[in-house]
């Protein structure tokens, strides 16, 4: 079936930073991919999506883009912030009716 | 503010007993979605409904039970606790049913079983 794996954290960085995370896929057809934020003591939060190959999704400063050849949709933001630490996660649906989510990545930005 | 309500926000219990999770989904909103997310298991869909029918079945188990009432809101029974039922529990929901676009999650239920 469908799946996303992402790199496992976690991922400690410095403000202003670079930071990467990377996301696979495997499916059939053609999924929708989203990146989800999940702060502290908070629910999930839509970060940016992408619906088709080559969209590039962007939101806050973050960015991925939706590669079928790699199949790899990889989250990046060029700067991070504190306010930036949170678990990420990727994920595609997996038919019209739910989405499947890859394990999370810790961030932990450092002032 | 999501938009999506969930209570009661934490819920301590004790093994073998029952309890019931609610969710009033965005206004506008069709679909609600149930998932469970652990430290073990991340983040596993249990159930979908759209306009008071059942539309998918995930990884819930038989102890656990859900409804989507005429108002919308739904509610997740969870039935014979066990330990490992200690989770965070979280609706989602979505205008059409579909995921095309992703869903809009509300803030979980933590649930502590002792």
């Known amino acids: 079936g469908n799946s996303v794996t992402q790199m496992e954290g976690p991922v400690t960085l410095s403000e202003e930073a670079f930071l990467t995370i990377n996301c696979t896929y495997t499916a059939t057809g053609y999924p929708s991919l989203f990146w989800y934020v999940q702060y502290p003591g908070e629910g999930l939060q839509l970060l940016l999506k992408a619906t088709k190959a080559d969209d590039k999704g962007s939101n806050k400063g973050f960015e991925a883009t939706y590669r079928k050849e790699t199949t790899s949709f990889h989250l990046e933001k060029g700067s991070v912030q504190v306010s930036d630490s949170a678990v990420y996660f990727c994920?595609?649906?997996?038919?019209?009716?739910?989405?499947?989510f890859g394990a999370g990545t810790t961030v932990t930005v450092r002032a | 503010d999501s938009g999506v309500t969930q209570t009661p926000k934490h819920l301590i219990t004790a093994t073998g007993q029952r309890v019931t999770l609610r969710c009033s989904p965005r206004s506008g909103d069709l679909s609600v979605y149930w998932y469970q997310q652990s430290l073990d298991q991340g983040l596993q869909f249990l159930i979908q409904?759209?306009?008071?029918?059942?539309?998918a079945k995930g990884n819930i188990l038989e102890r656990f039970s859900a409804q989507q009432f005429p108002d919308l809101h739904s509610e997740l029974n969870l039935s014979s606790l066990e330990l490992g039922d200690s989770a965070l529990y979280f609706c989602?929901?979505?205008?059409?049913?579909?995921?095309?676009?992703?869903?809009?999650f509300g803030s979980g239920t933590r649930l502590t079983v002792v």
């Open positions: 994920a595609l649906n997996s038919n019209d009716y739910k989405l499947s």
């Open positions: 409904y759209y306009n008071g029918e059942e539309r």
């Open positions: 989602a929901s979505s205008v059409d049913g579909r995921s095309n676009y992703g869903y809009t």
